[in-house]
């Protein structure tokens, strides 16, 4: 009988919660699926501050000194910034990011990545309420405002790494490309309720509010992190046996914590199919970067209002949340049939998804109509969310051990597109002409093509060989010693023995015992051995042993 079958049996329920969970009284909350729903809301926060400065800097550009003002915060009085220095102040946060980004994937193989995830969404929401007090405070203004988004782009190199660890502890392997997709959806909606709050607040509350909505937003959601969230189901308090046990079982090596595993740092950087993911993440921050900074002044140019800028804006990422989260569900529907390999279901998706924004670029430098214009835009963006289920849930495919590592990798080199790209959209555009911002969709257009032809070449969905740890030295930390995994001592291992494998006992294996040896070891005081899968993984076992008499001693005893 199926394990699923038996959990219903002895539930006396019916199926719930994918996977066959259940219980006497009918379905209940997953816990994978609230913490899944709270990953997507903290990237929607994060995501929609990040453009709070684009929309607001339209106002720094566009108001004249108004010495007759009292209210300085509302009018931007006297405030005198040319668009390099805002191209500076965008390209200083991602500075921050690609700094941060390596050195905090490490970390979250050592500390728990949910912790590092909470802290991250809350300290970076706590900066942006002070972003409007620098901006109205003349002997501050520029330079700590400067300071502040670097700050905020140092924390938020965190912030990837870790979304991607506690995916991986929490998401069964069958629904992967869904629950991933579904999370990273909230990295692509963020923009789109952050455009339109911020152009409202902006027009009708001015714009010191949409520092402010953002910042409280993040401190709201932290304390629902803080309350619902756990590092991985075997430290959950409240959920099920049915749900750990499932978890537990189906992810079966990746589960397991290991002492003193060392992360295979030559073989990922030799890696190819990790170089695909590098250059498509590239060709990724290089679209999502320019769109987030210099969208809203493309549309100005095309004399949209504030608030039609703050809707058309946000019009491309809602259409690219749908087809995240239905490419998610097609991606995992096709994997689980034989037909389709995990290669192929991951490069027919990015390949779609990159031609397909490619194409509506080049489209987009050959239009002079505005409404067209939004119209290319919307659906190159939009169709671009098909890649999501590829190249973006790759990293749990390569290595689920070392995804969050892998994922800082890549977003190190997609942010130096973040870094250099503000730079270059400022140059190209300085004199604000529509055959300027031609040539950058001209670029635009040929990095995606680029990163599509890449990623089918060098691209692989199946796991590498280095992902897996290797045989002794390493040890698997039980169930029984959980402080020995990390420092403040809450790991342990999620595993559960399999059936299949039987301990040897003494009547299958009779013991010889020498009676001329003076030392003897007392099998009592031997620890069992466990076994993990096919492989036998030893725990760290203290062998007593007692001195005894001589055989002549023990002859007259």
């Known amino acids: 009988m199926e394990k699923s079958e038996l959990l219903e049996e002895s539930t006396g329920g019916p199926k719930c919660c994918a996977g066959g969970i259940s219980s006497p009284t009918g ?52 405030l005198n910034w040319s668009p390099q220095m805002v191209g500076f102040l965008h390209a200083v946060f991602y500075i921050g990011i690609f700094v941060s980004q390596i050195p905090f994937g490490y970390l979250v193989t050592v500390f728990a990545s949910h912790r590092l995830f909470g802290g991250c969404v809350l300290c970076t929401c706590l900066l942006n309420l002070f972003i409007p007090i620098s901006i109205s405070t003349p002997a501050l203004s520029y330079g700590f405002t400067c300071f502040i988004r670097l700050m905020q782009g140092l924390i938020e190199g965190v912030l990837y790494p870790s979304c991607y660890d506690v995916l991986r502890i929490w998401s069964l392997p069958e629904e992967k490309s869904r629950m991933g997709s579904t999370v990273l959806t909230g990295a692509y909606i963020g923009p789109t309720i952050g455009m339109v709050v911020s152009g409202l607040l902006t027009d009708y509350c001015g714009w010191a509010y949409v ?66 993911l590098v250059i498509c993440n590239f060709a990724r921050s290089f679209v999502y970067y320019m769109l987030l900074t210099n969208q809203p002044s493309y549309l100005y140019f095309l004399e949209f209002t504030i608030a039609e800028n703050g809707l058309y804006s946000s019009l491309p990422y809602a259409v690219m949340a749908l087809f995240c989260i239905f490419s998610g569900m097609v991606a995992d529907f096709m994997m689980s049939r034989p037909r389709f390999t995990h290669t192929f279901v991951r490069k027919l998706f990015t390949s779609v998804g990159y031609g397909a924004e490619a194409v509506f670029f080049f489209a987009l430098a050959l239009t002079e109509d505005r409404y067209l214009a939004v119209v290319f835009l919307t659906l190159g963006v939009g169709l671009s969310g098909i890649a999501i289920a590829g190249w973006q849930i790759n990293h749990l495919d390569l290595a689920p051990r070392y995804a969050g590592i892998l994922v800082a990798i890549t977003m190190t080199f997609g942010t130096l597109a973040g870094v250099f790209n503000p730079l270059i959209v400022a140059a190209m555009t300085r004199e604000q002409t529509l055959a300027n911002w031609h040539n950058v969709f001209w670029l635009t257009g040929c990095v995606m093509t680029g990163a599509a032809i890449f990623y089918l070449v060098f691209g692989s969905g199946d796991r590498q060989t280095w992902a897996t740890p290797k045989p002794p030295p390493q040890q698997v930390i039980s169930k029984g010693d959980p402080l020995a995994a990390k420092p403040y001592g809450v790991f342990s291992a999620q595993y559960s023995r399999p059936h299949s494998v039987k301990e040897e006992t003494k009547a299958d294996k009779p013991e010889t015992v020498d009676s001329t040896s003076d030392d003897m070891e007392d099998p009592s005081e031997v620890d069992s051995t466990e076994f993990n899968g096919n492989a036998p993984e030893y725990n760290t076992a203290t062998t007593k042993r007692r001195k005894s008499g001589t055989s002549r001693e023990r002859r007259e005893t």
């Not at 684009?54 to 550009?61: A, M």
């Not at 803080?226 to 978890?247: C, G, K, M, N, Q």
């Not at 079982?249 to 397991?256: C, D, I």
């Open 211 to 276: 520092f402010y909505v953002h910042g409280l937003a993040g401190v709201v959601w932290f304390c629902f992190w803080a309350f619902l969230a756990y590092e991985r189901p075997s430290v959950h308090p409240t959920i099920s046996a049915d749900e750990r046990t499932l978890i537990e079982t189906r992810q079966g090596e990746a589960a397991l914590i290991y002492e003193h595993d060392k992360v295979p740092w030559i073989a990922i950087f030799t890696s190819l199919p990790v170089y695909a």
């Open 27 to 78: 379905c209940y909350a997953c816990k994978r699926y609230i913490i899944v729903a709270l990953l997507f809301f903290g990237m929607v926060i994060v995501n929609a501050q990040r453009v709070n400065i684009g929309v607001t800097v339209i106002e720094f550009l566009e108001k004249t000194p108004d010495t007759n003002s009292e209210n300085c915060t509302s009018n931007i009085c006297n």
